[in-house]
């Protein structure tokens, strides 16, 4: 097994963004579960750092965390980790996927079917 | 709270599909031509967290790859969100692809007729997963034609397996083939309303 390995110091940027963490605070967070705003836009006095604020501000209308971090050029471990933080202190709300055990309800299919005969 | 009144806004629920195939079967592309915007990169960084992840000295010693994922979305109304994700091409990521199938809907296999032999891998994992999915033959310029009743022998596809031809940069045939998955899908999986326990 040969792994491909480098120094590169996009990896440490991630890092120093969430300062050493790896795992959210709360919630595990799919790359499609869709987080969303609640409340005012976050001020000073929530302490948060830059990367915090443009995730508030993406969330202004329903986004995913794998689109969050393809508008942040940042991976989605990192995105979770500070959505996490959001979360925590109720800037955003978030909704999880669907467990594979809901997949039997007909009224999901026949609305993605509406939804792509209607593209 | 200040903002009572627009404080509890309903999420749509995000559904997703695979789009899989070997490398150049045109995932990507057909990704980005049903999408409502140009494909999306997202990465996903896997480091050895065996390392104290608070001892910035040990960075550079960690073993880390980066597995890029291309999707698009699809809003679907106000209560649902598709989202397609091309799945990284490496066996090597298999555990990359345990997480994007957890709850997807189903899988769209792309089949390059040059190198048929590329998309076994993920046949295999659908199957073995139980996931549903079709098998779209994506006709490029020059490749070898052949009859579907022989794509499906060479695949060893069971005839319950709905396989089609499709022109992936195409929109309208992408859409075709989402709407073959979906209601495959619909056939092995949905109950009809009022009967699920």
Known sequence: ?119 | MVFGRSDRRRLPTAIKILIAGGFGAGKTTMVGSVSETRPLRTEETLTDRSTGVDDISGVEAKRTTTVAMDFGRITMGDDYMLYLFGTPGQERFWFVWDELALGALGAVILADTRRLADCFPSVDYFERRGTPFVVAVNCFEGSPVYELDEVRLALGLDPSIPLVLCDARKRDSSREVLIQLVEHAMKLRAQPVGTTS
Do not use: N
């Not at chain 1, 440490?12 to 609640?38: H, K, M």
């Not at chain 1, 001020?43 to 443009?54: I, N, T, Y």
């Not at chain 1, 689109?67 to 959001?86: H, M, S």
């Open chain 1, 1 to 119: 097994m040969t792994h491909e390995e480098w120094v590169d110091p996009e990896i440490v940027r991630p890092y120093v963004v969430t300062r050493g963490r790896t795992e959210p605070v709360r919630g595990s967070f799919d790359l499609i579960s869709l987080a969303v705003a609640v409340g005012g836009p976050p001020g000073p006095e929530a302490g948060l750092d830059p990367e915090h604020l443009s995730i508030a501000r993406l969330c202004r209308e329903p986004i995913s965390v794998a689109e969050i971090a393809a508008r942040l050029d940042l991976p989605a471990g990192t995105i979770r980790v500070l959505l996490g933080d959001l979360f925590d202190q109720g800037f955003v709300t978030v909704q999880d996927p669907q467990p594979e055990v809901d997949m039997q309800d007909e009224k999901m299919y026949r609305a993605v079917l509406d939804g792509l005969r209607s593209l």
